[in-house]
């Protein structure tokens, strides 16, 4: 009778065994006291936190034209033009361009919410953990390397609509036709505006979020989400 106990509660330990590693191995893979799951959540709350909070900073009058760091001039191809047209008299004309394509910039921005928070939820995260414990700005870099293309494809739109209503696309069309009117022009020049304003927002947007993934990384205040201060504790502890 105790033999045939014995084997029982050996085969009953055995079944107990099998079942907790079954279990254990469809649990989700943690690291420490986080899962992937979660460390992706974390990047995502983080970058639609810095997307917000760069189109805080730069949706308003001098978002732009009045930043040293985001300022747009005209684009490179058109720059050379510059000093010669407020050399002949244009030189209003020059900085009225210029004042409008910054307006036209900030105005855009307004709009980028939306596209952006459907580029970070439909971004996949296929290594979460090594982004969160990796550079200070790894996050962000994840994020422009995996959708930038696709952000500007669908920013496109709004920043052209944006620059009409300002009028930014009629000024700039007068500065181009004043300077390919001149006798002395042999090479006309039509560059594209839309695509320039375009890349220079993305860039002032991918900026700003970069600055504030540094700043949750840094700092405890800055994590306004239970999870962005789960994640990232864990980040600073590891």
């Known amino acids: 009778m105790k033999i045939m106990l014995k084997r029982f509660l050996a085969v009953g330990a055995l079944m107990i065994s099998l079942c907790s590693c079954d279990v254990i191995s469809n649990l989700p893979q943690t690291y420490g006291t986080i899962t992937q799951t ?7 709350e983080a970058l639609d936190q810095g997307v917000g909070k760069g189109i805080g900073f730069l949706n308003k009058t001098d978002g732009f034209f009045g930043s040293q760091a985001y300022k747009l001039f005209l684009p490179k ?49 296929a290594d979460a953990i090594n982004i969160i414990k990796g550079p200070r700005d790894a996050a962000t870099e994840y994020f422009r390397q995996k959708t930038t293309e696709k952000l500007i494809a669908a920013f496109l739109p709004v920043v052209k609509s944006s620059l009409d209503k ?17 006798p002395t022009t042999l090479n006309k020049l039509n560059p594209d505006l839309n695509s320039y304003v375009v890349s220079k927002a993305v860039d002032a947007l991918f900026d700003q979020v970069a600055q504030e993934e540094v700043n949750i990384r840094n700092n405890p205040l800055a994590r306004t989400t239970q999870i962005l201060k789960k994640v990232f504790g864990w980040a600073n502890k590891s």
């Open 38 to 44: 979660e460390a992706a959540q974390g990047i995502r």
């Open 77 to 125: 191809e058109a720059q050379k033009i510059e000093d010669v047209l407020r050399q002949v008299g244009f030189a209003s004309l020059v900085d009225k361009t210029i004042l409008q394509i910054n307006r036209a910039a900030e105005d855009a921005v307004g709009f980028a919410r939306p596209i952006f928070f459907d580029a970070i939820k439909q971004m996949t995260i």
């Open 166 to 182: 300002f009028s930014a696309t009629k000024y700039y069309g007068d500065l181009i036709n004043t300077y390919n009117s001149f």
